[in-house]
């Protein structure tokens, strides 16, 4: 099996989320590649601001500065825990839980435009190979050198 063509797919995969480069647009206007990943990662949960942080792989500080512009906006809620004064709570607004349906709706749609090009037949096929493709990559933990 040839590695560079998975490395081919993941390239293409970020360059058309606008993940990769300078650009902070996305398929979200108003919204960044990192907010929108942001935000698909809290989902419906409540963190704590640690342990988002350590889920997103950043540290608090940098987790806080790419948070700020969206509490502002009214897309994130950051509380103090109740059970413990000297956490933080991070969730979804409700502004930012409608946020969320859009871009799961948006992603959807894209998704769909890229699928209705697989052939009828091979369809089942591909559904099981990127389910186990997305399975090793959830599992898997890679080491950045």
């Known amino acids: 099996m040839n590695p ?16 990769l480069g300078s650009s902070d647009q996305s398929f979200i206007p108003g919204l960044t590649p990192r907010q929108i990943h942001m935000i698909l990662k809290i989902g419906t949960e409540i963190y704590k601001h640690g342990q988002l942080a350590n889920k997103l792989g950043v540290d608090p500080s940098t987790l806080s500065r790419t948070l700020q512009p969206l509490i502002k906006v009214g897309i994130i809620y950051r509380k103090q825990n109740p059970l413990s004064r000297r956490e933080i709570l991070i969730q979804l607004s409700p ?51």
């Open 4 to 19: 560079a063509l998975l490395g081919e797919l993941i390239n293409e995969i970020l360059v058309k989320s606008k993940i």
């Open 95 to 145: 502004k930012g839980l409608e946020v969320l349906d859009e871009i799961k709706e948006k992603i959807n749609e894209i998704c769909l435009q890229i699928l209705e090009q697989v052939p009828k037949q091979q369809k089942e096929m591909i559904e099981t190979s990127l389910l186990l493709l997305l399975d090793i990559l959830k599992n898997t933990e890679l080491k950045h050198s």
